[in-house]
């Protein structure tokens, strides 16, 4: 299986931060690549698919990019509706795995 | 658009056999990935399996023992069935729809539905 490590695992920011979060897999997975976000009691919610096509009704603020093992997820000028966990997942191959997650806090 | 809906028991006994389904609404069981994940605090996201509309599958090789999906376009529903479960098979399990290919993602998910495994 292709391992999916993200860091940090928690993240601490202020309305208005620019926000990075980073998703690398153990082996390339060339830009097969989808970020999800997730509220407490709610089902993860795509944003971003092959590593930086945005979903069509996703802010413009979140953007990802990177390809082969790297790949980071950027917010930029955080809002309060974006204080949630983030999650990769790869689709190289099956299984379909996911990153540990990033939990997005206030600050 | 198109909506999904996890029912079934919310309490199994270990060794007994979790048995879920998933509604979909909205539009039909046609050309997509029909895709079971679960969600615990141990494990995170796991990925289960998927069925296509004709009733092929592929498992995750962890699960592949004691799974099966299976799909009745008819109802609009596809299920799954978990034999022997164990406490590590407590779990919220999610049902989602995976558009396949270069643009592959898992959307819409059902709400989930939480399964605990305990005598």
């Known amino acids: 299986d292709i391992q999916m490590t993200q860091s940090p695992s928690t993240l601490s920011a202020s309305i208005g931060d620019r926000v990075t979060i980073t998703c690398r897999a153990s082996?390339?997975?060339?830009?097969?690549l989808a970020w999800y976000q997730q509220k407490p009691g709610k089902a993860p919610k795509v944003l971003i698919y092959?590593?930086?096509s945005l979903k069509g009704g996703v802010s413009s603020r979140f953007s990802g990019s990177g390809s082969g093992t790297e790949f980071t997820l950027t917010i930029r000028s955080l809002q309060p509706d974006d204080f949630a966990t983030y999650y990769c997942?790869?689709?190289?191959?099956?299984?379909?795995?996911f990153g540990g997650g990033t939990k997005v806090e206030i600050k | 658009q198109v909506q999904l809906q996890e029912s079934g028991p919310g309490l199994v006994k270990p060794s007994e056999t979790l048995s879920l389904t998933c509604t979909v609404s909205g539009g039909f069981i046609s050309s997509y990935y029909w895709t079971w994940i679960r969600q615990s605090p141990g494990k995170g996201l796991e990925w289960i399996g998927y069925i296509y509309y004709s009733g092929s599958t592929n498992y995750n090789p962890s699960l592949k023992s004691r799974v099966t999906i299976s799909v009745d376009t008819s109802k609009n529903q596809f299920s799954l069935k978990l034999t022997s479960v164990t406490a590590a098979d407590t779990a919220i399990y999610y049902c989602a729809r995976e558009e396949y290919g270069d643009y592959s993602h898992l959307d819409p998910w059902g709400q989930g539905t939480l399964v605990t495994v305990s005598s």
């Open positions: 092959k590593a930086s």
């Open positions: 082996q390339s997975i060339s830009s097969w």
């Open positions: 997942q790869q689709y190289k191959t099956y299984p379909l795995t």
